[in-house]
């Protein structure tokens, strides 16, 4: 139990196209889902925080418009990196929490965004 | 926010051996996450651990709350074993967000 998926798992764009990163909760419906990033090498870092039905928070630093969210229900969220540009190339991974364990978050496999 | 310190950074072993990775979290949890990270990038979760002792086949993890730090504990290393090892917090504050720390690069040779 508590599977989650995101789609793509990789994907090559252009600098100043979109790209948009699924989120799915296989198995269970999800309160609450986050987005995280993580440099080679280096530790994940929080972006923001999605709630169904609810604008995302979105952590210090990190620009709203540039990272788009949506929470169109409890079993999907989506991410979407508006304007590309190469130092967005990075790997990005979602989680969920189910309203059954409500603490322990899972993850996705990851999406690696590389940004040409 | 809370600040998790994970050590030692890297550590090699000797199939076989055994060895303690350490989490330290710089105030009050409610949410203590070890998480396996493998080669592809998939985090998986090991312990679910805010309190107490907890084993699972090979693995093992001991949380100490009131001192703020948490152990986890490999034994008897397989070369699968190989990867990163997270540790993440959630402060009572932070309702449901984690932070990571900065993770400990394990590599087991045969």
């Known amino acids: 139990g508590a599977v989650v998926s995101q789609h793509p798992s990789r994907v090559i764009c252009k600098s100043g196209t979109s790209v948009k990163i699924e989120c799915r909760s296989l198995?269970?419906?999800?309160?609450?889902m986050f987005w995280y990033r993580q440099f080679p090498k280096q530790s994940l870092m929080l972006m923001a925080t999605?709630?169904?039905?609810?604008?995302?928070?979105?952590e210090q630093g990190v620009e709203k418009d540039k990272f788009l969210i949506n929470h169109a229900s409890l079993t999907l969220s989506t991410l979407t990196v508006t304007s590309a540009h190469p130092e967005d190339s990075s790997f990005y991974i979602c989680?969920?929490?189910?309203?059954?364990?409500?603490?322990?978050?899972?993850f996705g496999p990851g999406t690696r965004l590389t940004v040409t | 926010g809370i600040q998790v310190e994970q050590s030692p950074p890297d550590l090699i072993l000797q199939e076989g051996a055994n060895s303690t990775l350490r989490c330290n979290f710089s105030?009050?949890?409610?949410?203590l996450q070890w998480f396996h990270q493998n080669p592809w990038g998939q985090l998986i979760n090991l312990f679910y651990?805010?309190?107490g002792t907890k084993q699972n086949g090979r693995l093992s993890a001991t949380t100490v709350a009131t001192e703020r730090y948490s152990l986890l504990y490999i034994s008897s290393s397989q070369t699968t074993d190989s990867g990163v090892y997270f540790c993440?917090?959630?402060?009572?504050?932070?309702?449901?967000?984690?932070?990571f720390g900065g993770g400990t690069r394990v590599l087991v040779k045969p």
């Open positions: 198995d269970f419906q999800a309160t609450t």
């Open positions: 999605s709630n169904e039905g609810s604008k995302a928070t979105y």
């Open positions: 993440a917090s959630g402060g009572r504050a932070a309702g449901n967000k984690l932070t």
């Open positions: 105030d009050s949890v409610n949410n």
């Open positions: 989680s969920a929490l189910s309203y059954h364990r409500p603490y322990e978050q899972y």
């Open positions: 651990i805010p309190s």
